[in-house]
């Protein structure tokens, strides 16, 4: 574990005031506003220190927190001094913050929360099979930190052209969906790509390659079967109506016989 600023580390541990107080160091540093700027799959490593003209001995423990859950320490790991590695760094540990304090006197602490920047995650391609008349729905995730400042869509290498297609597009900050209604072949059919813009790591894209299939005709199993019904019911009454009839028939066959 490195530790950062060590001269002014000495200086709080042998020239400072009675008071007890908590630093904590960071790779990477710290911001003024106790913000630390790490990028996804880094690693972030904090080191907490007691100072302020306390003499280390034992039982001075510290005791780290991650938002409200304590981050379990091993020994060795909390008396005066205490390290903790965050490796690698997630999406979850965005505005994640560490605490560490005093075990004895909460009052006595320092925290530091992470700010985790990353792109959109987007890239390759992706084949779309969609029936002729039905609905159409492409979907690009664009959360991003900071939050992407752009987000296009491309149909045959053309912005898409939403009054003429039937196009509508919804974002809502985590994903754009571009999606028509009753879609035709000769106007849907294509390729299609989604472009989304970060302030911080530049353009990125989605392929889409939209072909579109017969329609399938689908029997309608509703009427269908209230016809069968009305059918059956129907012959049942005729079979009723006649069965005077009918049995008179096989009487007389079978006198016959
Ligand atoms: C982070 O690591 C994962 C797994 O190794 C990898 O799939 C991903 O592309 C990496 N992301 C970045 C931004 O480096
Ligand atoms: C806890 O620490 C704070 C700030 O350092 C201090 O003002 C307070 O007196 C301490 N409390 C106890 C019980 O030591
Ligand atoms: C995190 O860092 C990014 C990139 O520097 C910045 O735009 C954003 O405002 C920061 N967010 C916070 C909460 O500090």
């Known amino acids: 574990m490195k530790l950062v600023r060590l001269p002014l580390l000495c200086l709080l541990l042998f020239c400072a005031t009675q008071a007890f107080n908590v630093t904590i160091y960071s790779t990477p540093e710290v911001n003024s506003d106790d913000v630390i700027e790490a990028e996804l799959n880094e690693t972030v490593s904090l080191v907490c220190q007691l100072g302020g003209g306390h003499d280390p001995q034992e039982g001075e423990e510290l005791v780290w927190l991650r938002n409200e859950a304590v981050v379990r320490l091993q020994d060795g790991n909390k008396e005066g001094h205490s390290s903790v590695c965050i490796t690698p760094i997630t999406y979850e540990d965005n505005a994640a913050t560490f605490t560490c304090h005093l075990k004895k006197n909460a009052t006595t602490s320092a925290s530091v929360t992470l700010n985790v920047t ?20 492409l979907q690009c995730d664009i959360q991003a930190n900071p939050p992407v400042s752009t987000v296009t869509w491309m149909q045959n290498g053309n912005q898409v052209d939403l009054e003429a297609g039937g196009f509508m597009v919804t974002n809502d900050g985590f994903k754009s969906q571009l999606s028509a209604n009753k879609v035709a072949r000769h106007f849907h059919e294509g390729t299609y790509q989604c472009l989304a813009n970060s302030p911080a790591y530049g353009i990125f894209s989605k392929l889409f390659f939209v072909t579109l299939t017969d329609k399938t005709i689908k029997f309608p199993m509703m009427p269908m079967i209230a016809g069968l019904v009305v059918v059956g019911l129907t012959m049942l009454l005729a079979i009723i109506a006649r069965w005077k009839t009918i049995t008179k028939c096989f009487k007389s066959l079978s006198l016959k016989d």
């Not at 959109?120 to 002729?132: A, K, M, R, T």
């Open 118 to 137: 990353y792109g959109p995650q987007l890239s390759g391609s992706e084949q779309v099979l969609v029936e002729e008349e039905a609905e159409l729905h």
